[in-house]
């Protein structure tokens, strides 16, 4: 009765965009929910892990960045509280990251200097509308938003990983030669062009999972095909690893978590008995040159978010820069190392003022609000309780609170977020390793990654795919892939009625 007419009010409030009124009321509500924790609680189950008391806080992940879902809930827009005069510097690193860039040389020289080799010629063309890149439902076309890494066994200080000796660290499925965009009738070739490197296919393999109930899950997971290696046999001993594009939301605020609270949550020997030990990778940092805790990307491998998008800039569109000035080929490629690169007076394609608009772009990328409330009262908490009990919370750590800094992203520091995630690496077992190991992560290990804005994947861009390759379709399959350190929570999660295991999912997708 009471949960009733409180939801009206909030409904009212926020209808009237009165903030005194829905603040006020969104207290209440919070109050009404810790009562309820106390007076809902699941009893018998010893093993159950009480969610702390509901905070309205948790309605804004992105603290006072957070941006609001209505008219429609969009992954581009700059965090709420960016000041008006840094506005056209995100739209400016924006325009970088969104429009294509073009072979060298052209008429201008500010976009040019594509590949030779690439993936693709704009950031957003696999962190679609910065949500997540699509994965070829079959083998009909090679893969286009997500990316292979390769190596050979072994550790080389700088990449983590040692270079696959012709391909190096990535596949690019895309070169600047038009002989080869024309590939089925190439004309007659008068001088020696960069190939692309191969075409990747995925087969996808079923695998079939049963819930504790008798219903049954078809997963799907992938086995990669490298069709025509231009530039010869890889190696016998490549390790390859396919990866889906996240998305970008939040970073900014996920760069400002400070690393000691990080390590706090670290427990490298599972000394505290849980099953869940959680490390740090360490990696080498380009940008500043020495090694630091890592951070981004699926293993943790970028300490910065400079370094990442520079990685992503040189690996991914073929752009030389500062931190990495070189172009994606390898020494055993002359026919790519031998093309005309788009090079400025001091070496680069994008020189480090336009690479720092585009890391600002990143930063200032709004985390939207949860749609938590929309739930209900009774659905958000038991969700939410549903959450905690089963151990999900012991790896997505709900929440930080960003450090205080000075300059271009002050705005960023200080605020109270809710990333669901510890930035630590887990094993999550045997069927989610890539076995190829990326400095200290091991080939069954894998960062936690954010949980926030997960339910608005296909909404921002229809491409709901989840994990590190993309395999899981739902929420519920990527949960039902966790091994290793979260076998017991997947259990757990097996285990709970459909009714149980539905509410959790709302709640994971409201984040
Ligand atoms: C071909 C597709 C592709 C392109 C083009 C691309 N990315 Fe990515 N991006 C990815 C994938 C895949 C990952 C995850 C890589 C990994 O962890 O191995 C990623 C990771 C990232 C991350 C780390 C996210 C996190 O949560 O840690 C950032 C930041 C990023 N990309 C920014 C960029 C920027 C900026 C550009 C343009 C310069 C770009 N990307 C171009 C596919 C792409
Ligand atoms: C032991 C730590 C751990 C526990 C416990 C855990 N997770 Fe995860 N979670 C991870 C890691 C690590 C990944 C990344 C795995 C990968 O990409 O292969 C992940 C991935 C995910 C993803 C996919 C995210 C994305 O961006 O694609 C979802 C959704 C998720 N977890 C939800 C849950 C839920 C819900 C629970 C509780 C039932 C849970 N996790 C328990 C560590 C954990």
Redesign the pocket.
Known sequence: MLSASVKLVVAFAAGRGDPGLLHFVRLLLSLVASFCLVACQPKGDSNARPAPPFSVAELKPGGSASVSTRPFASLMLPSANLPQSARSQFHAGKALAHQPWVKAPTVTNARDGLGPIFNARTCLACHINGGRGDLPADASRPIFAALVRLSIPGVQREYGAVPEPTYGLQLQGQSISLQHQFRHHPPAAKVREAAPESYTYIDWQAKTVAYADGETVTLRFPTLRFAELNYGPMSERVLTSLRAA?AIAGLGLIELIAQSDIDTLADPEDSNGDG?SGRVNLVWDAHQKKVLPGRFG?KANRASLMTTVAAAFQQDVGISNPVFPSQPCTELQPDCTGMINGNNSEGFEIDQELLDLVVDFTRNLAVPEARLLQLGEERLQQGRQL?YQ???A???TPSFQTQSTTGYNSHLGGQIIWPYTDLLL?D?GPE?ADNRPDYHASGSE????P?WA?GLSNQVNGNAV???DGR?QS?AE??LW?GG??AS??KQ?RHLVKSQRQL?IEF?ESL
């Open positions: 996240p869940i699926w959450f089963v151990g999900c012991d790896c997505h887990h999550l989610l894998w960062r936690t990654p949980l997960i989840y994990l590190h899981a929420v990527a949960i966790h350190e979260a929570s997947q999660f959790l994971v």
